[in-house]
């Protein structure tokens, strides 16, 4: 009896150290005949009306893999997939991907730690090129008939002082453009295309064209100024200084846009749709930020452009390229607009609305706050 004593006490231990779990497995199996029927639900929904018949014969495929439940069907669909008939395997497909990116939260992270550390790493170049630059005139006076350089105070309010007002001005409409410009690159895929492949594919179209830009834009920079007599040129001009100006922002434009595109295209190109919808989503103003930056690069090459004629071949050729290079803007942004507005006729309703609900994620959400994408975009 003692013995018997024993065994009892031990087994009312055990039962009591395994309580929670005896009790979860019990309502498991309470619950176990609502699984299937959840997994039918959902399977009637992924099919849709159209294939509703059609609902017992998936389930009986899935029953074959052991997949009886949803959880299980979640974890193990790229392995039972090949077992179900081919349009409703397409279905369930399109609906477990929008539910899996149903899931992603878009976290824009402005950290200012990161603009310190990147600031102390840009301090050494301007240090070393203003310290270059202070001493642009040693060896001056070896040369006959040239003179040290005195700044002309009139340069901070005629030409310095606005290019700097001009370039901050670009900056901001730059940082509103940039998430507008990103999501229509992308507003109207298709449903079946990669986001990931297609932002990288976008990202290496605007290198290309950025650094063709660049040549041209930095071989400008470099060239004569506008007015000159020969061999004599006139660099300190109003309309030089401008010329120049202009340039120098074109330049800086296009290299951020181009080195932008560069460092997006090494970090999402490796990625998944999954993370690349997140990758995206996270960081969207710098995958919009090359295209804009290369628009305002554009105008300023085309003013710089026109300076340089106003210069060079005087007032009435200067007015004629003036009226051309107008329109060559206007025709530029015209084109933009066009295709900016067409819209994809092959998406449907659904999805054009998780479309914009996830445009507006992404335009009002740019650092500090969660949102969650309410299905594919």
């Known amino acids: 009896f003692q013995e018997v004593r024993h065994v009892e006490v031990g087994l009312k231990f055990v039962l009591f150290m395994r309580a929670p779990t ?10 176990g005949c609502s699984e299937p ?3 039918r639900i959902w ?9 509703a018949h059609r609902v017992s014969q998936v389930l009986v495929s899935l ?3 052991m997949c009886t439940d949803l959880p299980t069907l979640r974890d193990c669909w790229d392995d039972v997939r090949l077992q179900v008939p081919g349009a409703a395997r397409k279905r369930i497909s399109d609906a477990l991907t929008k539910e899996q990116h149903s899931k992603v939260i878009f976290e824009p992270v402005v950290k200012g730690g990161l603009w310190l550390r990147a600031l102390c790493m840009s301090l050494p170049c301007v240090i070393l090129t203003s310290v270059l630059g202070a001493f642009k005139d040693l060896g001056l006076e070896d040369i006959a008939g040239l003179d040290k350089e005195v700044i002309d105070e009139e340069g901070w309010y005629k030409v310095w002082g606005p290019l700097l007002f001009f370039y901050v001005l670009q900056l901001v409409g730059v940082a509103y453009l940039a998430p507008i410009i990103g999501y229509n690159m992308i507003e109207n895929r298709s449903v079946d295309v990669s986001l990931g492949k297609a932002m990288a594919t976008n990202m290496t179209n605007q290198a290309i064209v950025g650094t063709l830009l660049l040549t041209v834009a930095w071989a400008m920079l470099q060239a004569d100024p506008p007015v000159s007599n020969g061999s004599d040129t006139y660099e300190g001009l109003f309309i030089s200084q401008w010329y120049e100006g202009l340039l120098l922002i074109s330049t800086a434009q296009l290299i951020i846009g181009v080195m932008t595109c560069a460092f997006t295209i090494l970090y999402v190109e490796p990625l998944d749709d999954l993370a690349a919808l997140k990758f995206v989503g996270d960081n969207f103003l710098y995958f919009g930020e090359p295209l804009a930056l290369m628009l305002l690069s554009f105008a300023n090459t085309c003013v710089a452009t026109i300076l340089w004629v106003f210069g060079s071949y005087g007032f009435g050729l200067g007015i004629t390229a003036t009226i051309i290079f107008t329109y060559t803007v206007l025709r530029t942004v015209v084109i933009y607009l066009y295709l900016g507005f067409w819209a994809n006729p092959f998406l449907d309703d659904d999805e054009k609305a998780n479309r914009k609900t996830v445009k507006k994620v992404i335009m009002t959400n740019r650092g500090g706050s969660k949102i969650e994408a309410t299905r594919s975009s």
């Not at 005896?22 to 309470?30: G, P």
């Not at 399977?43 to 294939?51: D, F």
């Open 22 to 31: 005896l009790l979860q497995t019990l309502m498991t199996d309470a619950k």
């Open 37 to 39: 029927e959840d997994l």
């Open 43 to 51: 399977i009637e929904a992924a099919l849709g009306e159209s294939m």
């Open 63 to 65: 029953e074959k893999e």
